[in-house]
């Protein structure tokens, strides 16, 4: 069965062998069989002795000495023909494995040996196999000079660091998927600290619906939630402003036709006070989409306006519901973050930098807590970003590089159209699709990819697949896969934390990982766990816990949009605004304001009654 060591083929540079007193025939074997994808190995399982060797295990990378070449292989099972155990003699045992390339010797004598993918020798009947050595398999993961960043070791040698090609893996994104609670936040973690250090330029935008990466990235992070977000209702297209009106119901087309009618002339009401309802039009017209500030107030007056015309009188029920949906949405406390009364003026070069980091003063990342936030809160305003962000870069003209991450990303780009919001869908998409060529790049983190959109999964160029247990999301990342190491993927269901498998083009090929660790305090969730944790054990605040629940904010003053009183002869945006001294009770008044057709007191708030 085995070959003496004068026998076989010798190699043409030396390599580091094993200790002098180890039986080197031992971790030999033969070739038995070979088709283009795969070969069987024959092999002892035990030595002469009669001791097991262990040598020969699932997951471990073979080499196949040809000569000038050696071909190498990925073993993905081992048995024995009969099932049989002896104790007395040998006990032979078939080793199968998957062919991943050839590895050659450098032209130049002491050179780095060269891989290749493709195999031109394959192996004969007979060929020795043993273990790869460490520099073949050093050659296997060489990412010849591309830039790169170290993310941890490979699985089969701790010694040997396991590099990405950086530049590769954003600009054709990305994607990290894993089952719940191996690891994947932290991986995440993991890379974007090691991105930002190999690239400072890059501007991260984080869609985090567990609040939990701001703190694992302290020194590069800025928090933004519902609370300090600024993003004016104005900076939404029609059909995001909709989501918001219709709270994620189906929406009624007679309304959203008239809100394409009247959003543009509130528009021009904000830009030329005194034109009145006349629209102009021409390459400088507006549209409904234009992100140009306007005031509710002026909205609804266009509204009561059109209600009074004579013509009109059929489709008085529908504006008069539409008149009603614009009011509970400027008056609900989750949306002050759209209407609060500053955000109508024109600050969308201040909005826009704050949440791109433009200039980023050393913090690059921008974080989106979402936790606790209503569906249709998060999927207009995520629809905004991603917009936004693809917007930024396509005319910056390559300047501005974004990263926009989407953690739980089936929840955005479900594969159910029915289930996501169109206009995000869209939005992720076009930057699936087109934002590798202006520097806008997406990375998709979830635990479900079969539940994800497979166009844009598809889209996505390097994965890092960690233990995955359903069946489904095995097969999604098994049709994936691009080059002939399938069978890495047998090990989906079993590998343990921090391990992945990489594969695509941010690596050299098909590689099965460990992450670095990251300190305890730089785990993503850790320091809000702490924070969070009570006192003394069982010590709930059931009180706080309600007031939460209830989404009810502590009194501020002033800080509320829809709580301010305002000057009814001024609006904010106009150029001499200027908020007068609140009063401690604003009486109600039956008099119309002449100017805006609103009551002074109930522009977002209710009637207040003695």
């Not at 974007?192 to 869609?207: G, M, N, T, V, Y």
């Not at 993003?231 to 029609?238: A, D, E, H, N, Y």
């Not at 109508?344 to 936790?371: K, L, Q």
Request: proline share 5%; with cysteine.
């Amino acid at each position: 069965m085995y070959v003496e060591r004068e026998a076989s083929v010798g190699e043409p540079t030396s390599q580091e062998r094993r200790k002098a007193d180890q039986n080197d025939k031992r971790i030999l074997g033969n070739v038995v069989q070979c088709d283009g994808a795969r070969a069987t190995i024959s092999a002892y399982a035990d030595d002469i002795d009669g001791a097991v060797t262990g040598l020969w295990t699932v997951g471990k990378m073979i080499s196949i000495n040809l000569g000038t070449t050696r071909t190498v292989g990925l073993v993905y099972a081992i048995g024995k023909s009969d099932r049989a155990w002896s104790s007395e003699g040998q006990n032979a045992i078939e080793v199968s494995i998957e062919l991943v390339g050839e590895v050659r010797d450098g032209a130049e004598p002491g050179a780095k040996p060269v891989f290749d993918r493709g195999i031109t020798t394959y192996p004969h009947i007979g060929a020795v196999a043993h273990r790869i050595r460490t520099r073949d398999l050093q050659a296997v993961y060489d990412l010849a000079g591309r830039h790169s960043i170290t993310v941890g070791s490979l699985a089969q040698d701790e010694a040997i660091a396991a590099n990405i090609a950086i530049d590769d893996t954003l600009a054709r994104h990305f994607a990290v998927v894993g089952t719940t609670g191996v690891g994947k936040s932290t991986a995440v973690s993991l890379l974007l600290r090691k991105s930002i250090e190999a690239r400072p330029d890059l501007r991260i935008l984080i869609l985090d619906p567990h609040n939990e990466f701001a703190a694992s990235l302290p020194e590069y992070c800025v928090k933004v939630d519902s609370k300090t977000l600024d993003l004016p209702f104005w900076m939404f297209k029609l059909e995001e402003f909709a989501e918001v009106l219709f709270r994620g119901r189906e929406t009624v087309p007679e309304e959203i036709d008239a809100l394409r009618d009247l959003i543009p002339l509130a528009k021009n009401l904000y830009r030329n006070p005194n034109s009145g309802a006349y629209l102009r039009r021409g390459s400088d017209a507006l549209t409904a989409d234009t992100p140009v500030p306007y005031r509710i107030a002026d909205l609804l007056k266009q509204i009561d306006e059109r209600m009074g015309m004579l013509e009109s009188k059929n489709d008085r029920p529908t504006l008069k519901s539409l008149k009603t949906r614009i009011e509970s949405a400027s008056a609900d406390p989750r949306y002050r973050f759209m209407f609060n009364s500053r955000l109508i003026e024109d600050t969308i070069h201040e909005t826009i930098g704050n949440i791109f980091r433009v200039p980023h003063h050393g913090r690059p990342v921008t974080c989106f807590e979402m936790a606790g936030m209503p569906s249709e809160v998060v999927n207009s305003v995520c629809s905004v970003l991603a917009r936004l962000a693809f917007d930024l870069a396509l005319w910056s003209e390559g300047k501005l590089q974004l990263l926009l991450l989407c953690e739980e990303a089936h929840r955005y780009m479900p594969a159910d159209a029915r289930l996501g919001f169109a206009p995000t869908r869209h939005a992720l998409s076009r930057i699936a699709k087109e934002g590798r060529k202006y520097g806008c790049y997406l990375g998709v983190v979830t635990q479900r990819p079969g539940e994800l959109d497979p166009t844009i999964l598809s889209q996505c160029s390097t994965f890092f697949a960690m233990r995955l247990a359903n069946e489904q999301d095995q097969a999604i990342i098994r049709s994936a896969i691009a080059d002939s190491s399938a069978s890495t993927l047998a090990f989906l269901s079993s590998m343990g934390q921090r391990e992945a498998i990489a594969f695509g083009e941010g690596v050299a090929t098909t590689m099965r990982l460990k992450f670095e660790k990251l300190p305890s305090h730089l785990l993503p969730g850790t320091a809000k766990r702490t924070e969070d944790m009570p006192s003394k054990p069982g010590d709930v605040d059931l009180v706080a816990i309600v007031e939460r629940l209830r989404n009810v904010p502590k009194p501020q003053s002033q800080a509320m949009a829809f709580a301010e009183v305002v000057d009814t002869g001024r609006q904010a945006g106009d150029p001499d605004y200027r908020k007068p001294a609140a009063p401690a009770r604003v009486a109600a008044d039956e008099d119309f304001d002449t100017r805006y057709g609103l009551k002074p007191a109930t522009f977002g708030l209710r009637p207040q009654n003695d």
